[in-house]
């Protein structure tokens, strides 16, 4: 049972990356799944978050109009579209899957740096 985040890498302000979270041992689509980033030196950071109905519950103010979640269930993955990044984006990006009130299993992370 695991989470592999993927998709992370060196881009310039302005550009895009799209982020996947792939799930394995169990069915992303019965759960909600967040995303979460965290800067050097900063804490984590909650991203978004997903519902097992495929509603998007909340995105931060930092990324609103800017990053999109989805999903495709038959790929079980979920996916972090970035656009229009920014500086302040760059982070270290998880994504967690959320049972029982907590977001009891996370992925190892992906590194997103935004620099010209």
């Known amino acids: 049972v695991q989470l592999q985040a993927s998709g992370g890498g060196l881009v310039q302000p302005g550009e895009s990356l799209r982020l996947s979270c792939a799930a394995s041992?169990?069915?992303?689509?019965?759960?909600?799944i967040g995303w979460y980033r965290q800067a050097p030196e900063k804490g984590r950071e909650g991203v978004s978050c997903?519902?097992?109905?495929?509603?998007?519950?909340y995105y931060a103010d930092a990324v609103k109009g800017r990053f999109t979640a989805s999903r495709d269930n038959a790929k079980n993955t979920l996916y972090l579209q970035m656009n229009s990044l920014k500086s302040e984006d760059t982070a270290v990006y998880y994504c967690?899957?959320?049972?029982?009130?907590?977001?009891?299993?996370w992925g190892q992370g992906t590194l997103v740096t935004v620099s010209s």
């Open positions: 967690a899957k959320r049972e029982k009130g907590a977001f009891d299993l």
């Open positions: 041992g169990f069915t992303l689509d019965h759960y909600a």
């Open positions: 997903m519902t097992s109905s495929g509603v998007v519950l």
